[in-house]
């Protein structure tokens, strides 16, 4: 059983950068394709980024493209989620997940694994 937790979140104000953090345990990490979600209230989950096992493939929702970095590390068991020049439509709670399978994947129900998410609030 893979467990995942989040860390990084906080109140930041419009224009500000976040790292988010999520650290895994209980698999093998390296076998793990990543992904990060978010959902603000009253809202479904969406998608935010996805990286492939390697790390070698990324993808960025439109939304983020340009301002949010997905990476990896191994070594560490733990994904990031770089965020630069947050907005205020940026806050939400953001959900680490992970899925025992290769390939890259942005659609929330192929993720097998979920932290319990941390929340990111952008002040204008």
């Known amino acids: 059983q893979v467990q995942l937790v989040e860390s990084g979140g906080g109140l930041v104000q419009a224009g500000d950068s976040l790292r988010l953090s999520c650290a895994a345990s209980g698999g093998t990490f390296s076998r793990l394709a990543m992904g990060w979600f978010r959902q603000a209230p009253g809202k479904e989950r969406e998608f935010v980024a996805a990286?492939?096992?390697?790390?070698?493939?990324?993808i960025h929702a439109d939304s983020v493209k340009g301002r949010f970095t997905i990476s990896r590390d191994n070594a560490k068991s733990t994904v990031y989620l770089q965020m630069n020049s947050l907005k205020p439509e940026d806050t939400a709670v953001y959900y680490c997940?992970?899925?025992?399978?290769?390939?890259?994947?942005?659609?929330?129900?192929?993720?097998?694994?979920w932290g319990q998410g941390t929340q990111v609030t952008v002040s204008s």
């Open positions: 997940a992970a899925v025992s399978r290769i390939g890259i994947f942005t659609h929330p129900r192929l993720y097998d694994y």
């Open positions: 990286i492939s096992w390697s790390g070698g493939s990324t």
